[in-house]
């Protein structure tokens, strides 16, 4: 209905453009009984009419299939109609310069006839067409010509645009999942690697930490494929993986998250910002001293204000690459569903790291 309502306005404006510029327009619609008013007017309408036609029918149907046969004999059915269709219509006819079937004229009585003639026979328009008509004909066709060329070319030029963006959409949600492709399986390794790590060390956190991946395993299965979902959905998706992440620390880690705000009736792309979160902990423990990780998810109204601070206390990264390609594959993740609705800024001094993302959920 969006789409419809600017079209229902637009049209009766665009009919107002032939009566108001028309020489025989008094401010009253007398103008309507002018043969020539009539003729344009007509032809207007039928302009608007092929452009809709050609825009939602012919150039989609056709066109773009390479129909071209087909394609073609609409269009040069539509000028003919363009063509013929006002002159027949109007009151008065070029072509012939006989009255409408409508125009009534009183008997003629000639001085010795007792009866008036019979009456005289009304031709349909056309019908007078002929060698001496060429000049009328040809004005028609020159009158028509341009309207309908710009009515055609117009809505050619709207049709590939539209095609373009459908295009462009369609790539960048191809890319977008393949991002999704990309982030799921790295995610999914780390978290094996950190219940590996509580078994060998046989702890009792271990059946906790098998229902946490449970959990997150179902969350990425179940919502992977899809564009958004809900906030705190998310957010649940993230405390699990925070908390199998704090399974493989100890008391050296000084841990914290905070999170405020009222995150019900929200939305979000999936997977968004869990790989802040694990380079923090990449980066951010190591037992041999003393680590700090900070946490915050603040959310006010639409606007989702999400900090992670860390300190760098571990340079001995196996899988770096892998941690700098989730980082790059988040940020285009980030750019290609909230391009002009998020800020990103990122810190890093070689002792501390910080991010500070916004995203507009609306």
Not at 66 to 92: A, D, H, Q, R, W
Not at 108 to 130: S, V
Not at 193 to 198: A, R, V
């Amino acid at each position: 209905m969006k789409k419809i309502w600017p079209h229902i306005i637009l049209i009766p404006l665009l009919l107002t453009i032939p009566i108001v510029s028309s020489p025989d327009f008094d401010g009253t619609l007398s103008v309507f009984k002018v043969s020539p008013f009539q003729r344009e007017f007509i032809r207007f309408v039928l302009v608007i009419i092929f452009f809709y036609l050609n825009l939602n029918i012919f150039l989609p149907k056709f066109y773009s299939k390479k129909k071209y046969l087909p394609f073609t004999i609409c269009i040069l059915l539509c000028f003919g109609i363009m063509v013929f269709i006002p002159n027949y219509l109007s009151s008065e006819n070029i072509l012939s310069g006989q009255p409408s079937h409508m125009e009534m004229r009183p008997p003629q009585m000639h001085p010795h006839d007792h009866f008036p003639p019979p009456p005289r026979e009304r031709k349909p328009p056309f019908e007078n067409f002929g060698p001496r008509n060429y000049a009328s004909y040809r004005q028609m066709i020159f009158s028509s010509v341009l309207p309908f060329l710009f009515s055609f070319l117009s809505s050619l030029f709207i049709f590939r645009n539209i095609e373009k963006k459908e295009l462009e959409r369609s790539k960048a949600k191809a890319e977008l999942l393949n991002l999704k492709y990309q982030l799921q399986p790295h995610f999914l390794f780390n978290i094996l690697n950190s219940i590996y790590s509580l078994a060998l060390l046989k702890s009792d956190d271990a059946p906790n930490g098998i229902l946490k991946l449970s959990n997150v395993m179902r969350y990425v299965v179940q919502e992977s494929s899809k564009d958004f979902v809900e906030l705190d959905k998310e957010i649940d998706y993230l405390k699990d993986y925070i908390a199998l992440q704090l399974v493989r620390t100890d008391s050296s880690l000084d841990f914290s998250y905070t999170e405020i705000g009222e995150k019900k009736g929200l939305q979000i792309a999936p997977f968004i910002l869990v790989n802040f979160i694990e380079n923090a902990f990449k980066y951010g423990f190591n037992a041999a001293e003393n680590s700090k990780i900070s946490l915050k998810i603040i959310i006010q109204e639409e606007m989702l204000h999400f900090q992670v601070f860390n300190n760098i206390v571990n340079q001995n990264i196996t899988d770096e690459e892998s941690l700098k390609i989730g980082l790059k594959n988040t940020m285009e993740h980030l750019q290609q569903i909230y391009a002009e609705k998020h800020s990103l800024h990122m810190n890093n001094t070689g002792k501390t790291f910080e991010v500070d993302l916004k995203i507009n959920l609306v």
